[in-house]
């Protein structure tokens, strides 16, 4: 890329650099809950998608944790240190709909938290009237509960082939030694990968959409909001 620029490999990486935290200033809050586009006949439509392959009437989507793998740091090493994965990293969640988007997509937060810190922190619960599928680790459940969730894992594998799909298409995320808390923005490359997965999503669509046979919106429609500001 410097050969066809023109310009230095450094300068190259700065100006690589500063995009990526420009989009994640810029689409951060988008990423997190879109509220013009996610209305509630929005989540009816993807819910009717997901009954039909049978993930049941109330599901509109499948929410899941993923911890972005870094270098260990020189400092507070505790703080990103994942007890359960056993390696340092950042979380993120998301919830992916039945179109294969990432509806919301919320972080990041250090390694050591679980899950339920990050659920409670996104206030996705506020933001939808009920959570309609997700990890049950930490609470108590009921029967009912229970069944529910066991029917649902084999369809929640659909978030993690949405995580699967940042990874696999955006690789810089995959190599976790060049990913230095202070030297680079670690979180920033992961948020604008899971936007960039989106923009890719809504122009051919992915293995998502086509299982539960909801087509993507497209690209205007996704940054809809972002036309009317305009």
């Known amino acids: 890329m410097a050969d066809w620029f023109g310009r230095s490999p450094g300068y190259m990486s700065s100006i690589c650099t500063d995009m990526v935290i420009h989009l994640q200033t810029r689409f951060q809050a988008f990423l997190h809950w879109d509220q013009h586009r996610l209305t509630k006949e929005k989540l ?38 994942s007890g359960h994965k056993h390696y340092h990293g950042f979380k993120f969640q998301g919830v992916i709909s039945p179109d294969g988007i990432f509806s919301s997509f919320f972080g990041p937060i250090i390694g050591s938290r679980g899950d339920w810190y990050i659920f409670g922190k996104s206030g996705l619960e506020e933001i939808v009237e009920r959570l309609f599928e997700g990890d049950a680790a930490g609470r108590q459940l009921t029967g009912t509960q229970r069944e529910f969730n066991a029917q649902m894992s084999k369809k929640r594998v659909s978030v993690e082939h949405g995580f699967g799909h940042i990874q696999q298409t955006w690789m810089r995320n995959s190599y976790h030694l060049t990913l230095r808390v202070g030297q680079t923005p670690v979180a920033s ?22 299982a539960f046979q909801c087509e993507p919106p497209t690209l205007e429609e996704y940054l809809g909001v972002f036309r009317r500001d305009t």
């Open 189 to 210: 490359y992961y948020l604008a990968a899971a936007l960039l997965a989106n923009f890719m999503t809504c122009l051919r669509g992915n293995q998502i959409s086509r």
């Open 44 to 81: 009816r439509f993807y819910a009717r998608h997901i009954d039909k392959v049978g993930g049941g009437d109330l599901v509109w989507g499948y929410v899941d944790g993923t911890l972005q793998k870094i270098c260990r740091p020189g400092e507070n090493q505790r703080l990103y240190y």
